[in-house]
């Protein structure tokens, strides 16, 4: 009996033992990053594992950052050979991150940083094609690639791709269907293994999830940046649609302003929620604010309409219809050089930053030159930049594919020249504010 006991006694100081091996640290190999707690599988580097095969059949490419768009897509400067106009907008292939741009998702924002952080450490980037040539996406204006990057010049180039993957901070899209899809696929598997961020299951700490905050148009164009990614309601009037984004403008009685924003509804309403933005409503507008990067402006997105709960708060909402833009008349020199202050705010701002979004009116502009998109991969095939001069100050007036009565597009010969008044929204393109028309009726030729 008594040997039985310490036998027994044996046993269990073994159990004990290998219990206590098996969730000891384990040492690191050339494509180990850590050990995981949890499922007790060595967490592999992934990125670093996979190598750039310089010599391989694929096009390649050496790129600096344009603009940084979101998690999965960045916008690269390359030489006009590789593409006319020397920007790649670049979808990164495999992956398909939270949006943090159009609607916003839980760890967009973290899988937007991660991209930007890591590329703006970088001394080297370099972009990669899937086959020997360069390839569009299903919306045709963005190339998918793989992206590299090294951040010492004597280091070896990782892959974003897979390191977005490993992290946890994308979805799979086409993740096995391509040249380095095995590996794609083990770093998404690892990643759900672990439990990282997109598959935690926890709430991501940079999400907003409180109720809406109630402001005016006036407030949140004065400290847009006080609430970005947080989530918004204001009222105001649907001046102009432009494709999938309405602009929205407001009179302000104390500043004897109006005040405007972009909103991008996308793809995320129809029917009756888009009957609740229709141009000439004064709605109620509930989204999230966002730095939209690619634009250097603020815009709201994110809206949603239920139409089984029409009282819903976080519902876009019509109030009333019938409303006229406001389409204030300004002088070319206001536009460009104008300022504005307020009583107790001790910033200036010029007035076409405040004035974005809004609807204005220009008379006497005369048309000096005319630049016409002529590229056919371009959805703004045939719209044009006027620019144009009023006592001796330039004015930029961008107008969208313009048709005639018979929906004929119409050309630079109908303005060159020309003495014309002009109606449109404030807009930012490229450094600078232009007018943007997106009608014909908009614009007088005045000779």
């Known amino acids: 009996m008594k040997t039985r006991r310490v036998i027994a006694l ?5 159990a004990i033992f290998l219990c206590l091996a098996s969730c000891s640290p384990k040492g690191n190999g050339d494509n180990t990053s850590s050990t995981s707690g949890t499922t007790g599988l060595v967490k592999k580097d992934y990125a670093s594992e996979l190598k750039l095969n310089m010599s391989s059949e694929t096009k390649k490419q050496v790129v600096t950052v344009k603009t940084y768009v979101d998690g999965d897509t960045t916008h690269f400067n390359v030489p006009e050979d590789v593409i006319p106009g020397g920007v790649l907008k670049a979808r990164y292939l495999a ?3 939270p949006e943090s741009t159009g609607k916003i998702e839980e760890y967009g924002k973290k899988a937007s940083e991660f991209t930007k952080k890591t590329l703006s450490s970088a001394v080297s980037i370099l972009i990669e094609s899937d086959s020997e040539k360069w390839n569009l996406d ?4 963005r190339y998918l690639v793989w992206v590299w990057y090294k951040t010492s010049e004597d280091g070896e180039y990782r892959n974003l791709n897979l390191e977005i ?3 946890g901070l994308a979805a799979a899209s086409s993740t ?3 040249r380095y899809g095995d590996i794609c696929l083990s770093a998404l598997a690892q990643a759900r293994a672990e439990n990282l961020n997109v598959y935690s299951g926890e709430k991501d700490p940079d999400f907003y999830y ?7 148009l006036k407030e ?3 400290n847009a940046a006080d609430y970005t990614n947080k989530k918004v309601a204001f009222e105001g009037v649907i001046t102009r649609n432009d494709g999938r984004s309405i602009y929205v403008e407001e009179y302000d009685s104390d500043t004897d302003m109006y005040f405007g924003i972009t909103v991008y509804y996308g793809y995320g309403l129809s029917g009756a929620g888009l009957s609740m933005i229709a141009v000439g409503n004064r709605s109620r507008i509930v989204g999230t604010v966002q730095y939209y990067e690619a634009g250097g402006t603020y815009q709201v997105s994110g809206l949603t309409y239920r139409q089984m709960k029409p009282d819903d708060p976080s519902n876009v909402q019509k109030i009333s219809d019938g409303h006229d833009p406001a389409f204030v008349t300004i002088s070319a020199d206001k536009f460009v050089s104008g300022k504005v202050t307020f009583d107790g705010d001790t910033r200036e701002y010029s007035f076409a930053e405040l004035a974005q979004s809004t609807t204005v009116s220009i008379n006497g502009l005369t048309v000096k030159d005319i630049y016409t998109t002529t590229s056919d991969d371009s959805s703004s ?3 044009m930049t006027l620019t144009c001069e009023a006592d001796g100050v330039t004015v930029y007036v961008r107008t969208a594919v313009l048709t005639d009565k018979d929906g004929k597009v119409v050309t630079q010969e109908t303005f060159a020249g020309k003495n014309i008044n002009v109606r449109g929204v404030v807009d930012y393109y490229d450094g600078k504010y232009q007018i943007k028309v997106l009608s014909l009726g908009d614009i007088t030729v005045n000779n």
């Not at 044996?10 to 073994?14: E, K, S, W």
């Not at 299903?138 to 204006?141: D, I, K, L, N, R």
């Open 95 to 97: 992956i398909d991150t």
């Open 210 to 216: 409180g109720d809406a905050i109630e402001l005016t």
């Open 220 to 222: 949140l164009r004065l």
């Open 165 to 167: 993957l490993q992290n």
């Open 138 to 141: 299903s919306t045709g204006s």
């Open 176 to 178: 096995g269907n391509n």
């Open 381 to 383: 095939k045939g719209a």
């Open 10 to 14: 044996l046993l269990v100081l073994a």
